[in-house]
Antibody, heavy 121, light 107 residues
């Protein structure tokens, strides 16, 4: 059974930093493309960025609002993906979901339960 | 960036009725890269349809997707009580974007 479990959310002040983790099981993680998607309270879904699998170079892409502030990485030995979020803004407040990205097609086939990040003074 | 516009914003229907949800793209989208998701309150989204018309694993056949180019449709043939939710379309072109969602509510 595929499982994705996010952790690391919480309250942080504007300008601060936070690192989220996504621990996965039930599939071969090292070759999997993975994405982060966020949802502000009461709003729709917004893609944050993705990381390619090992055999595709492990490179990353980011949405414009987070480029230069967020960094997605992975530790294949721990079956875990991360997103390091720096220079946080109030508009980054959202539930952050990690997802699988089916062979890089952009089809987000499995989702975690999400972790809430609140950026507030 | 490709913008997806979903309509209507809210659809008020009764169980057993047919639901037709629209997703229009600001420029042509490859059918291979158009998906639909369902989200219920307090839950993560769930993949329903990928490649515009293929049902994901375990999705009932009352859900169907169609369309090409800039116009795509999600149809629920007969609404069941568990189908009342918010539905999002999503595309992957040069970047990945979602539509604003359509809420299907009980009339």
């Amino acid at each position: 059974e595929v499982q994705l479990v996010e952790s690391g959310g919480g309250l942080v002040k504007p300008g601060g930093s936070l690192r989220l983790s996504c621990a996965v099981s039930g599939f071969t993680f090292s070759n999997a493309w993975m994405s982060w998607v966020r949802q502000a309270p009461g709003k729709g879904l917004e893609w944050v960025g993705r990381i390619r699998g090992k055999t595709d170079g492990g490179t990353t892409d980011y949405a414009a609002p987070v480029k230069g502030r967020f960094t997605i990485s992975r530790d294949d030995s721990k079956n875990t993906m991360y997103v390091q979020m720096n220079s946080l803004k109030t508009e980054d407040t959202a539930v952050y979901y990690c997802t699988t990205d089916h062979y890089g097609s952009g089809t987000l086939d499995y989702w975690g339960q999400g972790t809430l990040v609140t950026v507030s003074s | 960036e490709i913008v997806l516009t979903q309509s209507p914003g809210t659809l008020s229907l009764s169980p057993g009725e047919r639901a037709t949800l629209s997703c229009r793209a600001s420029q042509s989208v490859s059918s291979s890269y158009l998906a639909w998701y369902q989200q219920k309150p307090g839950q993560a989204p769930r993949l329903l349809i990928y490649a515009a018309s293929s049902r994901a694993t375990g999705i009932p056949d009352r859900f169907s997707g169609s369309g090409s180019g800039t116009d795509f449709t999600l149809t629920i043939s007969r609404l069941e009580p568990e189908d009342f939710a918010v539905y999002y379309c999503q595309q992957y072109g040069s970047s990945l974007t979602f539509g604003g969602g359509t809420k299907v509510e009980i009339k």
